[in-house]
């Protein structure tokens, strides 16, 4: 059946559904690449394949040419560049058994429950630590970002692979460990690294007592779409970092709420 037409093309329920798919499927591969150099190829390829959709539209038989040629290499270059991710993604959809995929309904709603369960206990840790290193006047950093990459840092730290607790948070930046002047990187809800030391921002518009820690908390903001949060070493006020801008003097509630949005991937 005949929805409507644009640019000449006759739209129907078929076209929409083909197009509700490609979407869904540009938006998971979007969710794998980015917080790493290749979105910018992946956008790009886009944006490539947009013009040469408009060009062969508008009948320029030269330029339509040109572009059709990048778009086929296109498809090559993707398998090249983002194999890892490709790989990881198509793991990700066979570890699943003929059993496993009759009782799917029913593992969905254990998984959720089980995540959620997940998802209160990282946040109550870490909030009990950040609450313990503000009132001990505990200089910390954190940084949180699921789709770290190992190159984003010349100097990772100490790598940890481990599970995210109150005690290890708080041994981490102990004052007598010799972690404590670097940063916490935590990926997908593990802490990876220890005693990174990350890009310091020299931005004009951060407050002008704001000290090493508080720069590399920003910096590292302003070179990927990590989210950080740090606490004053002099003040024990903790501070929030995202896109090159810092919120400072956070009250405990306004943490939470962050840490349940960066632990939900909602952030």
Excluded: C
């Excluded at 909030?127 to 949180?144: H, Q, R």
């Excluded at 990927?224 to 405990?252: F, H, M």
Aim: charged share 20%; aromatic share 8%.
């Amino acid at each position: 059946m005949l929805l409507f037409k644009i640019f000449g093309y006759q739209l129907q329920w078929i076209n929409i559904i083909d197009i509700t798919l490609v979407l869904i499927l540009v938006y998971q591969f979007y969710r794998r690449v980015r917080g790493s150099l290749g979105l910018n190829i992946f956008f790009g390829m886009i944006l490539i394949y947009i013009l040469y959709k408009l060009v062969k539209w508008l009948q320029l038989t030269v330029l339509s040419e040109i572009l059709g040629a990048f778009v086929s290499a296109g498809v090559i270059a993707m398998l090249v560049v983002f194999q890892p991710e490709i790989r990881k993604f198509l793991l990700s959809l066979g570890d699943i058994s003929i059993s496993e995929k009759l009782h799917l309904p029913f593992q969905l709603n254990i998984s959720k429950r089980q995540k959620t369960k997940e998802e209160d206990r990282l946040v109550s840790e870490m909030l009990s630590a950040l609450d313990n290193l503000s009132k001990t006047k505990t200089g910390a950093l954190l940084v949180f970002n699921n789709h770290f990459k190992l190159h984003d840092l010349t100097n990772p730290g100490v790598a940890l692979h481990a599970l995210v607790s109150e005690k290890l948070l708080e041994s981490i930046f102990n004052k007598h460990s010799p972690l404590h002047d670097g940063a916490v990187i935590i990926v997908n809800n593990r802490i990876i690294f220890a005693g990174s030391v990350l890009p310091v921002s020299d931005s004009p518009d951060l407050p002008p007592r704001a000290g090493l820690r508080h720069r590399s908390a920003v910096g590292i903001t302003e070179h990927s779409d990590a989210v950080t949060l740090v606490v004053s070493e002099e003040t024990g006020n903790i501070s929030y970092a995202k896109n090159g801008k810092i919120r400072t003097n956070l009250p405990l509630v306004e943490v939470k709420q962050l840490l349940t949005e960066i632990v939900t991937d909602r952030i």
